[in-house]
Every structure is written in structure tokens, then in C-alpha cells.
């Protein structure tokens, strides 16, 4: 790996993801040839020429990947901090992270390929000019032309629901509370209304409208997302896991593993 600028690194594999992702780096991948799969926690995936992968801040790790042997990759990290600074002020950056942890890949079209190798390799040329005066300002605005292609690449495969900015900002406190952990302990809908003043009926009807689900579907997501994962830590007992996530008994735990990941957690530690 190169290391050319402090917020952004450049490789041609995602074996380093796990330790970008704890070191506070997004990842953005650009499959040119061949092909690779990997696990999000409990869920696999698998990227092909063509296609683009973005693994946000928030994702669970990225484990157990294969690459094969004909793979051209180019990926980009971004620390998750400079890639906020160059978020443009947009409702459709919200859409775009529920897309994001719904499926980190997206399967673009000839066209929209040519304009995301166009950015990479803009951004590539730009961290080869360190000497430029206004280095940090031209990188902030390549890596800003990223994104909003990203959001235009999202709004093709998504749509683009029209929200006031208060619902936007509604739905974006809603996703903090559960990007910080909130759902270990908190899965009612009426815990996140409360916090943010709002009735658990509006909140779910804000939530549907801006991302097409309810708030407890959300927080259903989030949560079993974490539960594969530590399922997956052989290390960690179910009594131990049971605690971590706030149930209350470990029968409680077995049965909301079954309703909502499909199988008992003995099928996800094997």
C-alpha cells in the first residue's frame, strides 16, 4: 500500500479493510476485473468487474475474503471524518447510507463505470501533487465529485423520495442514535420518539417515507447485524452475549435470533 496523503490511502486489495475499518477509514472499491467475495458480519457478498463497493464507518468488519487470481482492484480509503467534510449538504446523503447498509455493493452501468474509474483516477493524480498550495482543498474537491456521483448512482438504482428538511433531519438524529450502538440495549420504537420528541407513529411514517422501511425494521437490522457478528466470537457465551445486548434471559435471545435471523445461534457459531 502507498500511503500518499494522511485521509487517503490507495490500494489494489481489501485485505487491509478490517484494519482501515477500525482505524476509522470508509472504503470505496472499483472492481476492474475479475472478482471477490467477503462477509459483513453474517452476510456474504461478492463484487465483479464492474461493479462498486463502499463499506461505510458503521459496517461490521469485513471477514473471510477471496479474491481471485485475475482480480484488478483499485479501492480508495477515506477517513470517515474528511469523507464528512466533503459530504456535500444534501437529504439524499442519508438515503444513500441506509442503501449503503442494506448492500454495500452497487452494479453500475458501462456509463457510470467510466465516471467512477474517472474519479478514482482523479483523485489518484491529485495525491501525486503534494506540492500543490492548495493540496488539501483540491483534494477535498475530488473526493466531493466522488460522492456526488455516488448520490447520483444511488438515486438510479433507489429513486429519490422528496422530504422536507425536517423529516431529513428527523431520520438523520434517528440514524445516529442507532450508528452509535443505541439498539444494544434500546429496540422499542417509543425509546427513539421519546428522545427526539417526536410520537413513535411520526417517527415510523418520517422513517418510511425518507427510506421506504419502518423505524423498527431499522433497529431489527441494526440489531441483528451486531448479534451475527458476535455469535460468529466463539470466545463470547450466549449468557455473555445475552448481556451485552440488554435481553432479558437467554431464551429471549435464542428466540429473537430464530425470528429474525432464521436460524437458532448454534447454526451461526458452527
Excluded at 490511502?9 to 481489501?14: E, P, Q, R, T
Excluded at 474517472?118 to 483534494?139: K, Q, S, T
Excluded at 440489531?223 to 434471559?249: K, P, V, W, Y
Aim: hydrophobic share 40%.
Amino acid at each position: 500500500m502507498t500511503d500518499l496523503h494522511d485521509n487517503i490511502l490507495i490500494a489494489d486489495s481489501l485485505e487491509e479493510t478490517p484494519l482501515r475499518q477500525r482505524q476509522g477509514y470508509v472504503t470505496h472499491a472499483l472492481c476492474r476485473r475479475g472478482s471477490c467475495a467477503f462477509k459483513l458480519g453474517v452476510e456474504r457478498h461478492s463484487v465483479a468487474s464492474g461493479d462498486c463497493l463502499i463499506i461505510p464507518l458503521q459496517s461490521i468488519c469485513l471477514s473471510e475474503l477471496q479474491e481471485s487470481p485475475d482480480l484488478k482492484l483499485e479501492v480508495i480509503y477515506v477517513a470517515a471524518t474528511f469523507v464528512e467534510n466533503c459530504t456535500p449538504q444534501s437529504n439524499y446523503g442519508m438515503r444513500g447510507h441506509l442503501a449503503l447498509f442494506e448492500d454495500p455493493v452497487m452494479h453500475l452501468t458501462p456509463e457510470q463505470q467510466e465516471v467512477c474509474a474517472l474519479n478514482f483516477d482523479y483523485i489518484r493524480r491529485r495525491l501525486a501533487l503534494p506540492h500543490h498550495h492548495f493540496h488539501r482543498d483540491a483534494m477535498m474537491n475530488a473526493v466531493q465529485c466522488m460522492i456526488i456521483d455516488f448520490f447520483d448512482f444511488h438515486v438510479s438504482l433507489y429513486g429519490n423520495p422528496q422530504v422536507s428538511n425536517q423529516q431529513a433531519l428527523l431520520m438523520q438524529h434517528f440514524l445516529a442514535m442507532l450508528d452509535r450502538g443505541d439498539f444494544r440495549q434500546h429496540r422499542q420504537v417509543a425509546h427513539y420518539a421519546d428522545e427526539l420528541c417526536v410520537t413513535p407513529k411520526y417517527l415510523s411514517e418520517v422513517c418510511h417515507k425518507t427510506s421506504g422501511q419502518s423505524a423498527l425494521y431499522w433497529i431489527t437490522r441494526y440489531t441483528a447485524r451486531e448479534l451475527g457478528q458476535l455469535l460468529h466470537n466463539r470466545e463470547l457465551t450466549l449468557e455473555e452475549i445475552s448481556d451485552l445486548m440488554g435481553f432479558s434471559s437467554v431464551n429471549y435471545l435464542v428466540r429473537y435470533v430464530q425470528k429474525n435471523l432464521g436460524m437458532p445461534p448454534s447454526a451461526l457459531r458452527e
